[in-house]
């Protein structure tokens, strides 16, 4: 089973990359909907956790695959192994996150929250980009503290075609 999992995301990894991210995401949303905040399956909303996933499909099926399966590989690939397992942590966790990742996300969840009643809808890149500067350290610091630790195992155990 695994075999042919792994011979379909070979033959279409910016497919496959898309629709697991994409599906990560909308699965954590309705995580979040019903167990944290509380929502039942009439006061959920379907548009949040519709834009949630398209937006993980569009950043696993373009740039997120291309920085795990090209970049960083090719990148640091003349480094031994567990050198290479720290840069790759390391550079993802202090470049790709904070000034590529974080921005756009901030920039959908304004969309996502986006009450047309209270706010234009052009004065929602101005508040992201003031949320995404005013985190920015503790989003940094908690980048660092998850994401570093969790790219170190997953760097050193899943194939880059997974990623």
């Known amino acids: 089973m ?71 590989p090719n990148r640091f690939g003349g480094l031994r192994r567990p050198f290479a397992i720290i840069a790759r942590s390391a550079t993802d966790c202090r470049t790709l996150m904070p000034f590529f990742y974080f921005p756009i996300f901030y920039q959908v969840k304004e969309f996502v929250f986006w009450n047309p009643k209270e706010t234009s809808i052009y004065d929602l890149p101005k508040r992201a980009t003031q949320k995404y500067l005013n985190g920015f350290m503790s989003d940094l610091k908690s980048t660092t503290l998850v994401c570093f ?11 880059d075609h997974f990623r």
Do not use: C, H
């Open 149 to 159: 630790p969790m790219n170190l195992i997953l760097f050193s155990a899943v194939p």
């Open 2 to 72: 695994l075999g042919r999992v792994s011979t379909v995301a070979r033959k279409f990894p910016v497919l496959i990359g898309g629709a697991t991210l994409g599906g990560r995401y909308v699965i954590g949303d309705l995580f979040t909907q019903f167990a944290v905040e509380g929502e039942n399956k009439d006061t959920f909303s379907s548009r949040r956790t519709l834009t949630f996933g398209i937006f993980g499909f569009i950043m696993g099926s373009g740039p997120l695959y291309w920085w795990f399966v090209k970049y960083l």
